[in-house]
């Protein structure tokens, strides 16, 4: 019993002497955030002043504000929390007094921004201060609809410092309210470069519906939004500008694969092709296969990291292979399947459409030819479409007078000479003697 309740006594003593330092560093936690607390009342965070937005490009504004004059110092943690509003919400922090926003301007823009004391624990906030960019002037229903845009790598000669370029093109519908003398005007703008369309395609009252830069300054390789702006005229109404960002990696139209070649060997074809035309290098690239088989329609998708692929085949069919291609996830953020390459034809020898209009339409003549002289010879067809022509009666015999003529003697022979009736004249009957 006595070593039992010594037992109990050593355990009370340990738990007491772990507990213990757990209760102080607890208690001085507490002390601390009190005094935190205290600390923080005490210094009073203030809104920052002379917040401004202005925009400088294109779907494109400046926010700037200065700090609050009466801001006590003493803290270096000190950010602001920036936040918009309009026309999409978004938010984040920042330790400078200004910051660049892309966004479409055309239906305005709003924003706040408030000072934030960055803590271990928590964080404290100002009251907020806001800013407007108010929508630029235009009547409802004037500006463009249905804004659609792709780009496509271009050669560009005379230049090994950038040998490729991109192309753009894009195409929109005119407002349903627009009057019909308006005319739209587009503009661009990547990164620090603007450009204004040159080449316009035109409707039928010769309004600008579509644009085409053969060259521009856009990055295949960048990651910035394409911001696209289109303003217009008119003389009987004011007409609403119009601006939507786009992302390149999704408008990127890639190119066909270059060189694609199919070579048959012991039933098997062997298709090679090269990267397509593009600033990327051979590696960025994903390949799309399709073997069509012509004779039964049945189509063969194979999905490729390589430019090489060999598949069996059969000796009576002929095969049409296309390939395609697709930017990578590693060089860029994938995109969709760029066009197919013109299909080659490979296997049996495929005759032309006209040589088979030579073979068939001879061959299907002839039989119909058969097959309606075989209807007239068993139906006498032939007799009944074509009777003959009745032709005048004719007997030699009969038109030939025949005059006997004997030695004088006493008698006298009376010969009837007949005329033969003809059509048209009388019968007529004479009497020699």
């Known amino acids: 019993m006595l070593r039992i309740h010594g037992m109990e006594g050593l355990i009370h003593r340990q738990y007491f002497a772990t507990m213990v330092p757990v209760l102080l560093i607890l208690m001085g936690a507490l002390a601390t955030l009190q005094a935190d607390v205290l600390s923080h009342q005490k ?30 110092q003493r803290h270096a943690d000190l950010v602001y929390h920036v936040k918009i509003n309009a026309p999409q919400e978004d938010e984040y922090d920042t ?34 201060v806001s800013a407007e960019l108010k929508a630029p002037p235009g009547s409802s229903g004037t500006s463009v609809m249905n804004l659609t845009c792709t780009t496509n790598t271009v050669t560009r000669s005379h230049t090994h410092l950038r040998p490729y370029q991109v192309s753009l093109h894009c195409t929109w519908l005119v407002g349903k309210d627009a009057p019909e003398d308006t005319q739209y005007f587009l503009y661009y703008r990547f990164g620090v470069w603007t450009e204004e369309c040159q080449e316009y395609s035109r409707d039928a009252l010769n309004r600008n519906t579509a644009c085409w830069f053969p060259r521009t300054f856009i990055n295949s390789k960048g990651f910035e ?5 289109i303003n217009g005229s008119s003389k009987h109404a004011a007409i609403k500008p119009f601006d939507q960002l786009f992302t ?10 270059m060189n694609v070649s199919v ?16 600033a990327f290098p051979g590696h960025c690239f994903n390949y799309e296969l399709k073997i069509c088989n012509t004779k039964n329609g049945c189509a063969q998708m194979e999905k490729l990291i390589t430019n090489k692929f060999i598949s069996k085949i ?12 697709a930017v990578s996830s590693p060089c860029r953020m994938s995109g969709s399947w760029g066009k197919w390459s013109q299909p080659i034809y490979a296997g049996k020898e495929r005759k032309p459409w006209v ?16 097959i309606f002289s075989l209807i007239c010879r068993v139906c006498h067809l032939w007799t009944r479409l074509f009777p003959p022509v009745p032709a005048p009666k004719s007997n030699i015999e ?36």
């Open 398 to 433: 009969d038109l030939l007078v025949v005059s006997e003529y004997e030695k004088p003697s006493n008698e006298t022979k009376i010969e009837v000479v007949q005329c033969v009736e003809e059509v048209g004249f009388e019968v007529t009957e004479n009497s020699m003697f």
């Open 95 to 128: 330790k400078t007094t200004e910051s660049k926003h892309v966004s479409p301007l055309h239906e305005g823009f709003a924003a706040s921004v408030r000072t934030i004391l960055k803590s271990n624990r928590s964080d404290w906030a100002s009251s907020w």
């Open 248 to 257: 390149p990696h999704a408008i990127d139209q890639v190119n066909p694969p």
């Open 225 to 229: 939004q394409l911001a696209v702006h």
């Open 43 to 72: 210094f009073l965070l203030l809104p920052p002043v002379n917040f401004t937005i202005k925009a400088i490009g294109l779907a494109q504004v400046l926010l700037h504000w200065d700090p609050n004059p009466h801001q006590e």
């Open 355 to 370: 040589e088979w209009h030579l073979i068939v339409l001879p061959t299907a003549v002839c039989f119909v030819l058969l």
């Open 263 to 278: 070579e048959i060997k012991n039933n098997s074809l062997y298709i090679q092709w090269e990267k397509p035309l593009s």
């Open 314 to 325: 059969d000796d009576v069919s002929t095969y049409s292979i296309q390939v395609r291609a």
